[in-house]
């Protein structure tokens, strides 16, 4: 069984560039939770998707973005970087609608640097 | 709103000897609780979950929690710390949204440092 995966390992970017980042998930697992991860800090909820539509969202603006694909595969963009942005970025797969009680499995993360 | 307070941001120990990693939690109704685990420039491992079945959960590594509803806490822990336990432990605690969706909400994680 393959776990869950993520592309680049490490990005680095500049103030006001976009950039996308890639995750698939672990088979059989339909749901796919974006986070994300400060220097010293727990993981905060961007956002789900499940079966290709977003189904939920954290407190971020509007220039984080993502996609789910048929696959189950899912891409995180983010537009007009910002130094604040720089974070570890954590991608999580979990099965069937992703339930209160559903195990989320964690890719090693895309580390992005803004300068 | 769901949270979880992790009382300790480092926690040192020696090999050998028990680690209590401590954790606090705020619900409004009965919660499913994690400890995932995350060692230097990796992803996170989940460590164990509580789901309301036993109190006591038993997860990898020797590692367990037991949930107390009375004082509102899920303590990690494990009898005898081995030197790869070294790590950061976070306390999660599994948040449902209005559209049908499940979050995760993470303490601020505790260091754990072994020593010889």
């Known amino acids: 069984e393959t776990g869950v995966t993520q592309s680049p390992t490490h990005l680095i970017k500049t103030r006001g560039q976009q950039v996308t980042l890639r995750c698939s998930s672990q088979s059989g697992h339909n749901t796919v939770s974006w986070y994300q991860q400060a220097l010293g800090q727990g993981p905060q909820f961007i956002f789900q998707y499940y079966r290709e539509e977003e189904n939920g969202r954290g407190n971020f603006p509007p220039r984080f973005s993502g996609l789910q694909f048929p696959n189950y595969s899912s891409e995180l963009n983010v537009n007009a970087l910002e130094l604040d942005d720089s974070a570890l970025y954590l991608c999580?797969?979990?099965?069937?609608?992703?339930?209160?009680?559903?195990?989320?499995?964690f890719g090693p993360g895309t580390r992005l640097t803004v300068l | 709103a769901q949270s979880v307070t992790q009382l300790d941001s480092h926690v040192s120990v020696s090999e050998g000897t028990p680690v209590l990693l401590r954790c606090n939690y705020s619900?409004?109704?009965?919660?499913?609780l994690f400890w995932y685990v995350q060692h230097p420039n990796k992803g996170l491992q989940l460590l164990l979950k509580?789901?309301?079945?036993?109190?006591l959960v038993k997860g990898i590594n020797g590692f367990e929690a037991e949930f107390k509803k009375s004082e509102t806490s899920f303590h990690l822990t494990k009898p005898s710390a081995h030197m790869s336990d070294a790590a950061e432990y976070f306390c999660?605690?599994?948040?449902?949204?209005?559209?049908?969706?499940?979050?995760?909400?993470f303490g601020a994680g505790t260091r754990l440092a072994v020593h010889p």
């Open positions: 509580y789901t309301s079945a036993a109190t």
């Open positions: 999580a797969s979990s099965p069937q609608g992703g339930g209160l009680t559903d195990t989320q499995y």
């Open positions: 619900s409004s109704y009965s919660p499913s």
């Open positions: 999660v605690v599994s948040d449902p949204g209005s559209g049908g969706y499940n979050k995760l909400i």
